[in-house]
């Protein structure tokens, strides 16, 4: 009797668990304990379908500005760090053209200036010519007045 008026709140109370199957028994008059209603739920496999987790939305939505639609037209350059055999410090500054996935220039040194960010973009502009976009992140290479001051001349 009890575990045909439990199927019956299930299937009435789609998303109720045990528990709240547990309290509507109980204001019907059944004199039962949570433990048995819960032994009793996995048994009859009553069990609500598992909660999925919301899937995070990860970068920007949509398109992406400023797409590469042909060679020379974006442009990205950004810093990798790595170490050494002998435990020094390397950075890597690499850049690529984004329609043709060519990499257009690595350089490696201890450290680099934003000069030296200047001086590799130079060359690039003069062997390769002007890109339509460059894109970076906002790393202090990047941002620092002389890359700035460079780029707007």
């Known amino acids: 009797m009890l575990i045909r008026r439990m199927h019956e709140l299930a299937i009435r109370h789609g998303r109720y668990g045990y528990r709240r199957v547990t309290v509507l028994l109980r204001r019907e008059g059944w004199k039962v304990n949570r433990k048995r209603v819960h032994r009793i739920w996995k048994s009859e496999g009553l069990g609500l379908p598992r909660r999925r ?42 850049i690529i053209d984004e329609f043709t ?35 970076s992140d906002n790393g202090p290479e990047f941002v620092a007045r002389v890359v700035r001051r460079w780029l707007e001349a």
């Open 101 to 135: 996935r060519e990499c257009l220039a690595i350089r490696i040194a201890p450290s680099m200036p934003a000069s030296a960010v200047v001086e590799v973009l130079g060359w690039l502009f003069l062997t390769r010519g002007v890109p339509r976009y460059l894109r």
């Open 53 to 94: 987790p919301k899937r995070r939305r990860v970068g920007p939505v949509g398109e992406i500005v400023n797409k590469a639609e042909y060679p020379n037209h974006v442009w990205s350059y950004d810093f990798v760090e790595d170490r050494s055999e002998r435990g020094g410090k390397l950075r890597i500054l690499s």
